[in-house]
């Protein structure tokens, strides 16, 4: 494994390039934003091939790009604030964001990622605020920007506090800011939608320990991280196990699959429309709930739980398109609830996949408009923080989305060769989803265990037979 070693050039603060017109306003958080607070800043950036140009002349266009970027978030380059009667908001105060350049010329961009070796610890260098709990978004800035150089290569990192954005959120403005560097555009076509008038906005308080909350899981623990690279026909093939008992023949389910679709659970995306669910949607397990269902059984396995212990598979979920009306689906914050299917240890391995994968592809069906606004209803009741974690050691929380266009973040001299994170959240059983980098449905998920339960996956046949051995 390389050794990592980063070493700090310059670090600066970007300002919008033109004074917002929100300019001292505020954005108050939402029953979606405040209970992550205490989770850490997302941490997720590209790694590029070295530019046709100088580092100095990269460095310049980044800044330059970055700061026209945040004239259209505002947002971002404001600060938290907590009012009198214990309300936060984001104050758009145009304070600014971090810019750091730092190189790493020692490491090589095949040398960190490679597909069968754990991922490497220089990843977390390669980001700013390294487990950073969102609170703390009342003192530092709101997001930081760490462009790292290599000897073939750059790497691109971008932290941006969790309780001011989802991943949706997160990659439009990181996609945004790719497509302004490469100078395809002035002036964006999707904007973000930065109103307040959704379900999630509520008069409930969130009261904080003096010196504000802590993250909920133990960062000192020994981990294990690792990509596991999913063609498309791997994902087919898993998604023709798990629905072997549907009134679906091969071919119907084949033809069905392109990029974009092959995500799709439920009418739209994952969605339940008017309340409405057509029977085959209905029936079909999708290709990412067969998926999740193989590595829960798999990891369920390696982790050797008694037969009665239950066993949590934990996903997030976006709620822009099951709410009745939609909300904008570039509405910027936090807009995701999360998902918990349980089931024994015993069950989970003793039926089959098909079994599992129902039980995930049943509960994101009924989360629809009236399910999400129970949890709003819930969380008012006793407004809470997210209890990110695996508190009794059977538990794995899936996050980000093979949906999310990681790769459209193109600087201007081509598509990223790998998407990578930091260190920001990562506890045994959290798992990451994110596109293959030849799309067309592939998958690579970042998988994050304990060292005793990674071993005994990588010797998992059922779960390794799927797996790439290239990315």
């Given at each position: 494994?390389?050794?990592?070693?980063?070493?700090?050039?310059?670090?600066?603060?970007?300002?919008?390039?033109?004074?917002?017109?929100?300019?001292?306003?505020?954005?108050?958080?939402?029953?979606?934003?405040?209970?992550?607070?205490?989770?850490?800043y997302i941490q997720k950036g590209v790694l590029l091939t070295y530019p046709p140009y100088s580092i100095e002349d990269l460095v310049h266009s980044l800044k330059q790009s970055l700061a026209l970027t945040l004239t259209h978030f505002p947002a971002l380059a404001g600060r938290l604030i907590t009012d009198p009667n214990g309300y936060v908001h984001i104050e758009c105060n145009d304070a600014g964001v971090d810019f750091i350049q730092a190189k790493a010329k020692h490491l090589s961009t095949q040398t960190i990622i490679s597909p069968r070796h754990d991922v490497p610890n220089c990843f977390r260098e390669f980001f700013a605020f390294d487990r950073t709990i969102s609170y703390l978004g009342h003192f530092k800035p709101l997001v930081a920007v760490q462009v790292t150089e290599l000897s073939d290569g750059v790497f691109i990192g971008c932290t941006v506090n969790h309780s001011v954005?989802?991943?949706?959120?997160?990659?439009?403005?990181?996609?945004?800011?790719?497509?302004?560097?490469?100078?395809?555009?002035?002036?964006?076509?999707?904007?973000?939608?930065?109103?307040?008038?959704?379900?999630?906005?509520?008069?409930?308080?969130?009261?904080?320990?003096?010196?504000?909350?802590?993250?909920?899981?133990?960062?000192?623990?020994?981990?294990?991280?690792?990509?596991?690279?999913?063609?498309?026909?791997?994902?087919?093939?898993?998604?023709?196990?798990?629905?072997?008992?549907?009134?679906?023949?091969?071919?119907?389910?084949?033809?069905?699959?392109?990029?974009?679709?092959?995500?799709?659970?439920?009418?739209?995306?994952?969605?339940?429309?008017?309340?409405?669910?057509?029977?085959?949607?209905?029936?079909?397990?999708?290709?990412?709930?067969?998926?999740?269902?193989?590595?829960?059984?798999?990891?369920?396995?390696?982790?050797?739980?008694?037969?009665?212990?239950?066993?949590?598979?934990?996903?997030?979920?976006?709620?822009?398109?099951?709410?009745?009306?939609?909300?904008?689906?570039?509405?910027?914050?936090?807009?995701?609830?999360?998902?918990?299917?349980?089931?024994?240890?015993?069950?989970?391995?003793?039926?089959?996949?098909?079994?599992?994968?129902?039980?995930?592809?049943?509960?994101?069906?009924?989360?629809?408009?009236?399910?999400?606004?129970?949890?709003?209803?819930?969380?008012?009741?006793?407004?809470?923080?997210?209890?990110?974690?695996?508190?009794?050691?059977?538990?794995?929380?899936?996050?980000?989305?093979?949906?999310?266009?990681?790769?459209?973040?193109?600087?201007?001299?081509?598509?990223?060769?790998?998407?990578?994170?930091?260190?920001?959240?990562?506890?045994?059983?959290?798992?990451?989803?994110?596109?293959?980098?030849?799309?067309?449905?592939?998958?690579?998920?970042?998988?994050?265990?304990?060292?005793?339960?990674?071993?005994?996956?990588?010797?998992?046949?059922?779960?390794?037979?799927?797996?790439?051995?290239?990315?």
């Amino acid at each position: 494994m390389p050794a990592s070693s980063v070493t700090l050039v310059s670090k600066c603060t970007i300002y919008p390039q033109t004074k917002s017109e929100s300019n001292n306003k505020s954005l108050k958080l939402s029953v979606s934003d405040l209970p992550m607070l205490s989770c850490h800043y997302i941490q997720k950036g590209v790694l590029l091939t070295y530019p046709p140009y100088s580092i100095e002349d990269l460095v310049h266009s980044l800044k330059q790009s970055l700061a026209l970027t945040l004239t259209h978030f505002p947002a971002l380059a404001g600060r938290l604030i907590t009012d009198p009667n214990g309300y936060v908001h984001i104050e758009c105060n145009d304070a600014g964001v971090d810019f750091i350049q730092a190189k790493a010329k020692h490491l090589s961009t095949q040398t960190i990622i490679s597909p069968r070796h754990d991922v490497p610890n220089c990843f977390r260098e390669f980001f700013a605020f390294d487990r950073t709990i969102s609170y703390l978004g009342h003192f530092k800035p709101l997001v930081a920007v760490q462009v790292t150089e290599l000897s073939d290569g750059v790497f691109i990192g971008c932290t941006v506090n969790h309780s001011v954005t989802d991943g949706t959120s997160f990659w439009h403005f990181f996609n945004t800011f790719a497509e302004i560097c490469k100078g395809e555009t002035k002036k964006i076509t999707k904007l973000p939608d930065f109103s307040r008038d959704t379900v999630f906005n509520s008069p409930a308080v969130l009261k904080f320990p003096p010196g504000g909350p802590k993250v909920t899981f133990s960062g000192d623990q020994p981990l294990r991280e690792r990509i596991f690279h999913f063609t498309r026909e791997s994902i087919l093939k898993l998604k023709l196990r798990a629905n072997n008992n549907k009134n679906y023949n091969n071919s119907e389910i084949l033809g069905k699959q392109c990029n974009d679709v092959i995500w799709r659970a439920v009418n739209g995306e994952n969605g339940v429309p008017n309340g409405k669910v057509t029977k085959n949607r209905m029936e079909e397990i999708s290709s990412f709930q067969s998926l999740s269902a193989q590595l829960w059984r798999s990891v369920t396995r390696a982790r050797k739980l008694a037969t009665n212990k239950t066993t949590t598979f934990r996903m997030a979920v976006n709620c822009r398109h099951r709410l009745e009306p939609r909300m904008d689906t570039y509405y910027f914050g936090n807009a995701i609830q999360s998902i918990p299917t349980v089931a024994s240890a015993g069950d989970v391995l003793s039926r089959d996949l098909r079994w599992c994968a129902d039980l995930l592809h049943r509960n994101v069906v009924a989360h629809n408009n009236d399910t999400v606004r129970l949890g709003v209803a819930d969380w008012e009741r006793d407004p809470r923080l997210f209890p990110l974690g695996n508190f009794d050691g059977a538990s794995i929380t899936m996050g980000s989305s093979p949906r999310f266009p990681m790769y459209d973040n193109d600087f201007g001299w081509g598509r990223p060769l790998a998407v990578r994170s930091g260190g920001a959240n990562k506890f045994d059983g959290k798992i990451s989803a994110f596109p293959g980098r030849e799309g067309n449905g592939s998958v690579d998920l970042e998988v994050v265990l304990s060292p005793e339960t990674m071993a005994m996956l990588e010797t998992d046949t059922e779960f390794m037979q799927y797996v790439s051995g290239t990315v």
